[in-house]
């Protein structure tokens, strides 16, 4: 069975550009999460999805991050316009059951510059 | 005080010992905690998950204390490869379902030969 996958797995931009982070959660998974972790700092969470609804997004940082999941299926996480305090390791998790184990992606290692 | 604490460490053990630490909580609502390690610049991968008073899986050992709010993490026998950074995790369950998933910073592990 595939695991969680990120594309991409590094992406250096900008500040001020635009990037789109993509996740392919474990088939049959409704619940997709995204994850953040800044250097030094512990993973924090972003934002759940039960199937296409946002269920949590209250660790969104603020109205440049852009979350969608049409479809119920993958999903991507938009930043725009990026700034410096964006950079860090963006995870996407996923499980079948909220609050359950999660599955992570191997993560996309944002730069913003 | 933060949701999810942990020790920082690190805990340098020789191989062969046997090493515990801990991880508080402050959502008394809790009902799922979970274990994860991970290795450096890698993705967190399930370790134990814990949703009554403990659980067992080979030299790994996970209690949860509901009284006083934390679970521990023993690792017996420990192994050159069991080096490295253990997250407690716990999904903030309250008045909905959603489900934030709270990291605790991690507690980083090294086995010496």
């Known amino acids: 069975e595939a695991g969680v996958t990120q594309f991409p797995s590094h992406s250096v931009i900008e500040k001020g550009q635009t990037v789109t982070l993509r996740c392919d959660p474990i088939s049959g998974h409704d619940n997709l999460y995204w994850y953040r972790r800044v250097m030094g700092k512990e993973i924090k969470f972003l934002l759940h999805f039960v199937k296409e609804s946002k269920q949590d997004e209250s660790g969104m940082p603020n109205n440049r991050f852009l979350a969608e999941r049409t479809g119920g299926t993958y999903s991507t996480l938009k930043v725009q316009p990026a700034e410096l305090e964006d950079s860090g390791v963006y995870f996407c998790a996923s499980s079948l059951i909220p609050a359950s184990e999660q599955y992570f992606g191997p993560g996309t290692r944002l730069t913003v510059t | 005080r933060k949701e999810v604490e942990q020790d920082p460490g690190p805990f340098n053990v020789p191989e062969g010992a046997t090493v515990a630490f801990n991880c508080t909580y402050s959502?008394?609502?809790?009902?799922?905690f979970f274990w994860y390690r991970q290795d450096c610049r890698k993705e967190p991968k399930l370790l134990m998950s814990v949703y009554s008073s403990g659980n067992e899986d080979g030299r790994f050992t996970a209690q949860l204390n509901r009284a006083s709010q934390y679970i521990s993490l023993l690792i017996r026998d420990s192994k050159l490869s069991d080096s490295a950074t253990y997250l407690c995790v716990v999904p903030h369950q309250g008045y909905s379902s959603a489900s934030k998933i709270i990291f605790g910073s991690g507690t980083r592990l090294s086995i010496r030969p």
């Open positions: 959502n008394s609502a809790s009902q799922s």
